[in-house]
């Protein structure tokens, strides 16, 4: 039974039978759809998206695993925020950026710097 492949219900488990007659049991992942987001902030609350040094920006990506493109300041006004990956990385990186300004307002007294 060279290649075999045996799938729980789930899909969460598989066994294989590799061509040298031995077997490897090992997980599937849950497929994730790859998606994009895009948002528009103020240009003036940008600055805590990204925090000092990046470190905010680099913190929101780490914790999410989604690709995080600010783009340059091209009005003045406002600021497009694209986010790509997997559902749940865009997702949490939504979450994450939406908590971080709201958190700013909030104890700066609505400046977000």
């Known amino acids: 039974m060279s290649g075999a492949l045996l799938r729980n219900v789930n899909g969460l488990s598989q066994l294989s039978m ?7 049991l090992g997980t599937i992942q849950p497929q994730q759809h790859h ?19 990046g470190v905010k920006i680099n913190e929101i990506h780490h914790l999410s695993r989604a690709v995080i493109k600010i783009s340059p300041c091209e009005d003045g006004k406002e600021r497009n925020i694209s986010i790509s990956g997997s559902t749940d990385a865009v997702n ?3 979450y994450l950026i939406q908590t971080r300004i709201s958190t700013e307002l909030l104890t700066s007294g609505g400046f977000c710097m």
């Open 18 to 24: 590799g061509n040298g007659g031995g077997m490897q």
């Open 35 to 53: 998606q994009s987001h895009e948002i528009t902030i103020p240009n003036d609350w940008v600055g805590c998206v990204i925090g000092r040094g």
């Open 92 to 94: 949490v990186a939504l």
